[in-house]
C-alpha cells in the first residue's frame, strides 16, 4: 500500500481488514466482518492480550496488541476504542495510507476531529464515521421520499432507555442524542442558528441522564430531541411534519410509516369550500427491506475503500454533529449555574 492510500488489493480480491478495540462494539465489527463478502477479517486488536486472544479465537484471525504493527498488513481497519482515543489510533494508521472507519463520536475534542480529518485528506485515504443510524433501510427511505417535494416543517426525535453498565465515560448527549442530532442535520440541509437544552441528571456516571435539546434553523425548521438513560422503557423514534405528511420511523423495527388526513368538498364539491369534511387520518406503510444497519455501514465501507462510492458520513459531517453536542452541553452547564 502507498502513503498516499492506493489499494495493494486489485480487482475484487478480498479488502484486508482489523478491527481496533475488541469490546461490545468492536466485537461486532469483527463478526460481521467475518461474513462479509469481499472482506478478509485479519486481525484484531486491543491491548488486553485476554481479550484480543479471546476475539481472535472466535473469530479466526491474529490476535495484535498494538495497532502499529498493523501497516502492510492490511487496507483498511474499523477503530472501536473509546472516543478519547480514536485519534492517537487512527492518524497513525492513515498516515501509514490505512483506510480508517471510525466509530462515533468521532473525538472527544475538536482538534482530535480536525487531526483525523486532516490526516485523511493528507494521505488521500477514506475516514467514515459510523453514525449507523444513517445506515437503516427505513431511515433512508423517509429521506428519499422527503428529497423530493416535502418542505420539511418540524423533526421530533427519541431516544431512550435504561442505566447501561456498557457506557460509563460519555454522557447520554454525546453518547445516544448524537444519533439523532446526525440524521437531522442531514435530513435539513440547513445551518442552526439557536439551540436550548435542559437536562435532568441522575446517578454516579455521566450516562445517566434524560436531556432535551430545541434546534431551530436557518429556514424555519424546529427539531426536537430527547436522549435519556433513566427511562425504563426502550424508545427509538423519530417523526418528520412536512407540509402535506406526517411520517413516523421505528428505528429498532426499521418501520416507516406516512400519515395524511384527508379532506372531501363541501356542497357542490368546490374544493375551496370551508365546510368542506375532514376525513379519518390515512395511514400507509412503507415497504422496507429489513438489513443490520451495521451490516450495510460495512459494506458502504468497503465500497469507499474500492473507490466505488464517496463516504456517507463524513469526518466533517460528523464534526458537525459534535459541535450541536457541544452546544447543547454549553447551555446545560450554563442552566446548571
Given amino acids: 500500500m502507498t502513503a498516499s492510500g492506493g489499494l495493494r488489493r486489485q480487482g475484487d480480491e478480498p479488502i484486508r481488514v482489523a478491527v481496533i478495540g475488541v469490546g461490545a462494539m468492536g466485537v461486532n465489527h469483527a463478526r460481521v466482518y467475518r461474513g462479509l463478502k469481499g472482506a478478509e477479517l485479519v486481525a484484531v486488536v486491543d491491548t488486553d492480550p485476554d481479550r484480543a486472544g479471546s476475539a481472535a479465537a472466535r473469530f479466526d484471525c491474529a490476535a495484535i496488541t498494538d495497532p502499529a ?18 485519534a ?10 490505512i483506510h480508517t472507519l471510525v466509530e462515533k463520536p468521532l473525538a472527544a475534542s475538536e482538534a482530535d476531529a480536525t487531526a483525523m480529518i486532516e ?19 427505513a431511515v433512508r427511505q423517509l429521506k428519499e421520499i422527503v428529497a423530493g417535494d416535502h418542505e420539511i416543517l418540524a ?16 454522557d447520554v448527549v454525546t453518547d445516544l442524542m448524537v444519533h439523532d442530532l446526525d440524521i437531522v442535520l442531514d435530513l435539513i440541509g440547513e445551518r442552526v442558528i439557536d439551540v436550548t437544552a435542559r437536562a435532568v441528571m441522575r446517578g454516579a456516571t455521566p450516562g445517566e441522564g434524560y436531556v432535551t435539546a430545541l434546534l431551530g434553523f436557518e429556514g424555519g425548521t424546529l427539531a426536537t430531541l430527547t436522549a ?32 395524511r388526513q384527508g379532506r372531501i368538498g363541501g356542497a357542490g364539491g368546490d374544493p375551496t369550500d370551508s365546510s368542506r369534511y375532514v376525513l379519518d387520518v390515512g395511514t400507509e406503510r412503507v415497504f422496507v427491506r429489513r438489513v443490520e444497519p451495521l451490516a450495510a455501514e460495512l459494506e458502504h465501507f468497503l465500497d469507499v475503500v474500492r473507490r ?13 454533529a459534535l459541535r450541536l453536542v457541544w452546544r447543547i452541553h454549553e447551555q446545560i452547564d450554563r442552566e446548571a449555574r
Avoid at 504493527?69 to 480514536?86: E, I, Q
Avoid at 492517537?88 to 495510507?97: E, I, K, S, T
Avoid at 485523511?120 to 437503516?136: D, P, Q, T
Avoid at 427511562?231 to 406526517?246: A, C, K, M, Y
Fill in 308 to 320: 466505488r462510492a464517496a463516504p456517507l458520513v463524513t469526518g466533517a459531517q460528523a464534526l458537525e
Fill in 155 to 170: 423533526v421530533d426525535a427519541r431516544r431512550m432507555s435504561a442505566v447501561s453498565g456498557r457506557v460509563t465515560d460519555i
Fill in 88 to 97: 492517537a489510533v487512527a492518524v497513525p494508521l492513515m498516515d501509514a495510507g
Fill in 228 to 259: 435519556s438513560r433513566i427511562t425504563q422503557n426502550q424508545v427509538r423514534e423519530l417523526q418528520v411534519t412536512t407540509d402535506h405528511r406526517f411520517f413516523s420511523v421505528d428505528y429498532s423495527n426499521q418501520e416507516l410509516r406516512i400519515y
Fill in 119 to 137: 490526516a485523511a485528506s493528507r494521505n488521500g485515504v477514506a475516514l467514515l464515521v459510523g453514525h449507523i443510524e444513517r445506515f437503516n433501510p
Fill in 69 to 86: 504493527a498493523l501497516p502492510g498488513l492490511v487496507d483498511a481497519v474499523s477503530v472501536a476504542v473509546p472516543s478519547a482515543l480514536h
